[in-house]
């Protein structure tokens, strides 16, 4: 592990009325978890079926996340995915480098997403410092405390930029750290996308603290799972061989709710994040990453 390391990405969707926040910190760089904000939408007709209505694929929203068709989409492809080698420390040099890798993602996952049946949209992508004001107004307002979050509405994957160019940090821990990052925020816009954050927001509206908890440690370990996904088909054009894979496992084994200092179980215990990921990483296939039948113990 590098001498001095910061937080991985800490993920937070905001999509449609609701907020998902929560966050993912490792024991080397100990940071400030995002609170939990999970409003309960107003009961939709359109989201919960008729009272005589025996639950089906087609009328019960909570079957969309279980049997959704990126499961049974194949494995990611690889593609062309040229990215600097050396780090970048600057806004500007980081926006380019996210908009290289957010190109490689969007060409990677498009035949999937066209396979389960969908029109797979390119995200924007920002970068903010948290307390003040975008050129572009994409990230305005963002929760505070946050390393990045999606913004449903526009496709918007927002950081903090300066989270990524700490000059006290390894620039290299950095780096996979931004890489890691980008790839579950673009897994949060995979969910968007094929109607599955959509779904969740509804599903289980009314339901009690635990339920909801419960739904977003799914929804954020999924993320994880899906970007990982995508890391594990690019491991060489991204580098994560050897030393800097090392890295990266060590990253994604001790990313959970055991580092939130508010004891906040939205994200997952590191031994879950750790299981989705890995298992991710290796296949390289969304079909690793169908957290929403999964037993509890596997989302705790």
Not at 24 to 42: F, Y
Request: with cysteine; aromatic share 8%.
């Amino acid at each position: 592990m590098p001498g001095t390391a910061k937080s991985a990405g800490l993920a937070i969707v905001a999509v449609l009325a609701a907020v998902v926040a929560g966050a993912a910190t490792h024991p080397a760089a100990p940071a400030v978890a995002e609170p939990i904000v999970t409003p309960t939408p107003a009961p939709s007709a359109k989201a919960r079926p008729a009272p005589s209505a025996a639950p089906s694929i087609s009328n019960d929203p909570r079957f969309v996340p279980i049997k959704n068709r990126l499961y049974t989409a194949g494995r990611v492809p690889t593609v062309t995915c040229k990215l600097p080698n050396k780090p970048v420390r600057t806004r500007a040099g980081l926006l380019s480098y996210a908009n290289l890798m957010v190109a490689c993602m969007q060409r990677a996952w498009t035949p999937l997403v066209a396979r389960a049946g969908f029109y797979l949209p390119t995200p924007r992508i920002d970068a903010y410092v948290e307390g003040k004001t975008t050129g572009t107004r994409l990230c305005d307002d963002p929760p505070k405390h946050t390393d990045a979050f999606y913004r449903s509405s526009g496709n918007v994957i927002c950081f903090e930029w300066q989270e990524y160019a700490d000059p006290d940090s390894d620039p290299v821990w950095d780096q996979i750290d931004f890489q890691e990052m980008l790839a579950h925020e673009y897994g949060h816009h995979l969910q968007d996308t094929v109607d599955i954050l959509r779904t969740y927001v509804f599903a289980h509206a009314g339901g009690s603290e635990a339920v909801l908890l419960e739904d977003e440690r799914r929804l954020e370990l999924q993320a994880s799972c899906l970007g990982a996904a995508f890391l594990g088909a690019h491991k060489r054009s991204l580098r994560l061989t050897g030393g800097r894979l090392d890295l990266w496992e060590d990253m994604v084994k001790h990313t959970g709710d055991e580092y939130n200092p508010d004891k906040i179980r939205d994200h997952g215990a590191r031994k879950n994040h750790a299981y989705w990921s890995l298992r991710a990483f290796t296949s390289a296939n969304p079909s690793s990453c169908n957290t929403f039948s999964a037993p509890a113990k596997r989302v705790s």
